[in-house]
């Protein structure tokens, strides 16, 4: 059962995993995730994402310019997809995994409208961990026309033109203290990107082991 919102632009799917899987899923996850500290350049300013970032599956994925190689699918991922899969009924070749180490990271305002997903892409979004919030506004307005709490174990569809007449984001929210990991699953195909910006990201450790 799914709940469809904005002219069925996104549906949501809360508690598709239990909830004592989805938090032995967010231990496995922490656990076994090589983090990605996506470090990079802007104006001559070094800058660095406010989240880590792993790239997954079968194609390469870019964003704001920056390209990133994917590892190939773990079964957990594998299972995962399959999962996505069923939910969105369409195939996924590649799978971001972000993990928000507190409220203090976020995503600030995109669509996911780069080349590779194609015109009006399916995106399969599961949440662990901490609750946060995403918000859509429609392209151009300054106030979202929807907020969302996202809960360990909700799966969220985008789809339809959605990252044409909306974008979305996860604000920050200080006063959350615990971690969330977010999958998100996309069908990419065409050429391979290339990067417009440099990028020296370096694998890290999460939590930091006090080295
Ligand atoms: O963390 C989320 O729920 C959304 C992440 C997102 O928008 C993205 O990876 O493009
Ligand atoms: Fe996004």
Partial sequence: MFTSLLDDRIRVARGSLAPARAAE??????????WLA??????GRPRELPRLTVNYGERSYDYSGLVFTPLPWTPLLAELRALAEAAAETRFNALIVQLYRDGEDGVN????????????????????????????RPKGAAEPCLTLELHAGDLLVMRGDLQHSHQHKVPREPEVKAPRINLTFRTLSGPAPQPAVAHASRVVRWPEDGE
Avoid: C, Q
């Fill in 109 to 136: 305002w995109h669509a996911d409208d780069s080349l590779g997903v194609g015109r009006d892409p399916i995106i399969a979004s599961l949440s662990f961990g901490a609750t946060r919030k995403f918000l859509v």
């Fill in 25 to 34: 899923l967010m231990a496995a996850l922490l656990r076994d995730t090589p």
């Fill in 38 to 43: 996506v470090r990079y350049e802007n104006d």
